[in-house]
């Protein structure tokens, strides 16, 4: 007879415990897809921008071809070579001012840097961060503005090297970069880092994007209406 209610203990404890662990996977399970929705791609939190096109998280990702060749491969190779959309119909006055305007603002953001006492490899993230973003064609003044605003608040070198790249997707989607720096300014005062506030910033992109997207498409009707 004790044997029997020993066995009836025993088979209820054991109920319990498969009871809990199940509830543990499930819940574990709950939370990878409550990140997975987040739009957070494979290796963002490491550095990594392997396995996922043009360092856009997935969802926002479109084939504009406006990445330096190798960026997306965490390479940085050619990029060097990249100027801003219309660089050839520039005078060779004006490319000169602009490659001096660019050392100016490299210079400025690395005397920042040496005066917050950052490692001289964040140090040339930063710079570098700068000129890929300017090359690929963010106002050089806004590109140096967003690096310096983001130094100010205590980020470093792969966290600004993340926002740059957040910023270089308005490029060639009508986005004026003026605004996008107070946005990104008031991310900042808000206290977003590192991919959280990357990932804002390719959200405000996008949607500013499809704002006048929708509103070219209006107009476009609204002229064949009164044809």
Not at 158 to 175: F, N
């Amino acid at each position: 007879m004790f044997n029997l209610k020993l066995l009836k203990v025993v088979f209820v404890i054991v109920v319990m415990l498969i009871f809990v662990v199940n509830s543990v996977i499930t819940t574990a399970y709950a939370q990878g897809k409550g990140r997975g929705q987040k739009e957070i791609p494979p290796g963002w939190e490491k550095g990594e921008k392997k396995g996922w096109f043009s360092d856009v998280p997935p969802g926002l990702a479109k084939k504009e071809g406006w990445i330096p060749p190798g960026w997306s491969k965490g390479e940085k190779e050619g990029w060097r070579n990249a100027f801003p959309p219309g660089w050839e119909k520039r005078s060779k006055k004006e490319q000169n001012s602009w490659k001096g305007n660019l050392n100016a603002a490299k210079n400025s953001i690395k005397e920042k840097g040496i005066k917050a006492s950052f490692p001289q490899e964040e140090i040339e993230q930063a710079s570098t961060s700068l000129e890929i973003a300017s090359r690929i064609g963010v106002p050089i003044e806004h590109a140096k503005d967003i690096v310096q605003s983001a130094m100010d608040k205590g980020l470093r070198g792969p966290a600004i090297e993340k926002l740059t790249r957040a910023v270089s997707y308005g490029v060639g989607r009508e986005v004026k970069f003026d605004q996008l720096g107070k946005f990104v300014n008031e991310k900042l005062e808000e206290g977003l880092r590192d991919e959280e506030l990357a990932l804002e910033v390719y959200k405000e992109v996008q949607r500013r994007h499809e704002e006048k997207t929708k509103v070219r498409k209006s107009i476009q009707e609204e002229k064949k209406q009164g044809e």
